[in-house]
């Protein structure tokens, strides 16, 4: 799980242990998007024009996506986005994400529990890699150790202490029971020993050349009406957004993490993110601290609103601690997309503040709001924010800062509340935000009865919808919206079905009127 304060703010370090915010899956990239016409025009900046524009070819081209002829496509030396996204086409893995993100069996042929810290994974007998050689345990087991040490894959490992090699099963150890151990296990399966020149298994195999590309793998599963992809090496984000436009290339991703919305004219989807804007107490502060307060400022909030206005329409509205693109959590409801400012006012007053100004009783409550200014969406949530709490009678001071000045405010305690940032891992882990030591836990109660729940729901006593239930009452931080990515597009391309953890997902059957 990655914790994002800013997009090029560098890696947040917690405790010792440096977790980069965009190091988490396959997803955090920078790339070209749409602007549908009128949205978002105050949140974000237009994007840069090109200095050098490049005519578009007369005739449709192959599908042609984006890479990095100076990076490995080694997924666990891969240093550019671009690059660590192919992964998904020329590497397998143990199991893969559904469009539900769900884990389904892929190497895999069963996936058992041992015990709550112990899992045994035996591999289908006709897993191979695309030389043809069989894909064993103790390939996994290098390929787990390589993804352990990386950049890209070590958040969503954290919690497994090692792989071993037992009667050909792979064996498995937690430091923790996790619900959702399965979905652990997308880290890509390489052949041992090819690191320098990484054997995989995927739906696609490089083939070097004048013109790289990646044609089907005749050992993968399944019929392919795209069975060659060539790659084009673009340098930097305007040159691929540039490369779009003119048809150089047919594809891109963007994860927006970085607050901006370049406008092209490609067509383009909204894909759901596992991407968490929250509000953070420091339950260190006497006000916060006050559950009857949490529950006012979760009241006074228009998440809706946010979604919309702050973000752009490039968010949906949080209703739980959980995406509900995640199929366990698509029944789970529980916060307000509205605000409720008489419910909001009703809690104040419970825990004895004045909301009536000269006319009440008592003092008013006065917050402090910390964010980094170098993200537009973030500040202009914060900024809502401070508007919509007043509506109650809280008084809010926002301070946008570097962040590395926020960074230190944070590990001082020195803050009522923060806007935050973080991408849940394939298992859906909270645990980074809900446990002691944790990379985003910054003043969030380690101890109350929401954190108590999750270890409960994570040990197997309570169901997901208890520990959401016990969350509302009670919430430690505020879930505020889940972000989107855009998939932009040639508009003759049809059949693109890209998901938050496999942009390429279903790539295999995407088509242009040049490959059909």
């Known amino acids: 799980m990655g914790f994002v304060l800013g997009w090029g703010d560098g890696c947040l370090k917690r405790l010792g242990a440096a977790l980069c915010a965009a190091a988490v899956t396959l997803l955090s990239l920078s790339g070209c998007s749409t602007l549908p016409k009128g949205a978002g025009q105050s949140s974000a900046p237009p994007a840069s024009k090109p200095e050098n524009p490049v005519s578009r070819p007369e005739e449709p081209l192959d599908l042609t996506l984006c890479y990095s002829s100076e990076d490995s496509l080694n997924p666990y030396k891969a240093k550019t986005q671009v690059n660590v996204q192919l992964a998904s086409l020329l590497y397998d893995s143990l199991t893969v994400l559904d469009e539900q993100w769900q884990p389904q069996l892929s190497l895999a042929a069963s996936v058992s529990r041992e015990d709550p810290l112990r899992y045994r994974v035996t591999l289908r007998e006709n897993a191979a890699f695309s030389d043809g050689s069989a894909v064993t345990a103790a390939d996994v087991a290098a390929s787990f150790q390589q993804a352990k040490a990386s950049q890209t894959y070590r958040s969503l490992l954290l919690n497994l202490l090692s792989c071993t090699v037992e009667a050909g099963a792979a064996v498995f150890t937690l430091a923790a029971p996790d619900p959702q151990f399965s979905a652990c296990l997308t880290f890509p399966i390489l052949k041992q020993g090819t690191d320098d020149a990484p054997v995989g298994g995927g739906r696609y195999v490089l083939e070097e050349g004048e013109r790289p590309r990646l044609v089907w793998n005749s050992r993968y599963e399944g019929e392919p009406s795209t069975d060659t992809i060539y790659l084009r090496y673009l340098s930097d984000r305007d040159s691929m957004i540039r490369g ?20 092209i004219s490609s067509a383009s989807a909204n894909i759901p993110l596992p991407n968490l804007v929250f509000l953070g107490f420091n339950s260190e502060r006497e006000a916060v601290s006050d559950p009857a307060v949490r529950r006012a400022v979760d009241a006074a909030v228009s998440r809706a609103a946010i979604a919309d206005s702050s ?7 949080a209703q739980s601690p959980f995406p509900s693109a995640w199929e366990p959590a698509v029944e789970i409801k529980g916060f307000e997309t509205v605000e409720n400012i008489q419910a909001a006012v009703a809690q104040l007053e419970q825990a004895g503040y004045n909301t009536k100004g000269a006319a009440g009783q ?19 949530a914060a900024k809502q924010l ?17 962040f590395s000045d926020l960074e230190k405010r944070l590990d001082k305690g020195d803050f009522d509340l ?15 935000l809900l446990t002691e030591g944790g990379a985003a836990a910054y003043g969030i109660d380690q101890a109350g009865a929401a954190a108590q729940a999750y270890a409960a729901y994570l040990a197997g006593e309570k169901t997901l919808a208890d520990f959401c239930a016990a969350f509302v009452q009670d919430p430690p931080f505020l879930p505020l919206c889940w972000r989107q990515g855009i998939a932009a597009y040639d508009r003759n391309m049809s059949g693109v079905t890209p998901t938050a953890f496999d942009v390429y997902h279903g790539i295999e059957g995407w088509t242009l009127p040049s490959l059909s």
Do not use: H, W
């Open 244 to 263: 779009l436009e003119t048809g150089v290339v047919s594809y891109y991703f963007d994860d927006l993490s970085n607050g901006e919305i370049p406008r």
């Open 311 to 317: 973000f752009a329409g490039r968010a949906v509205a």
């Open 362 to 380: 008592g003092e008013p409550l006065s917050l402090t709001l910390l964010c980094s200014d170098s993200n537009s969406f973030r500040l202009a």
């Open 386 to 402: 401070e508007e919509q709490l007043e509506k109650t009678g809280i008084a809010v001071t926002v301070e946008s800062m570097s």
């Open 418 to 432: 923060y806007i935050g940032e973080i991408r849940l891992s394939a298992n859906m882990s909270l645990s980074p």
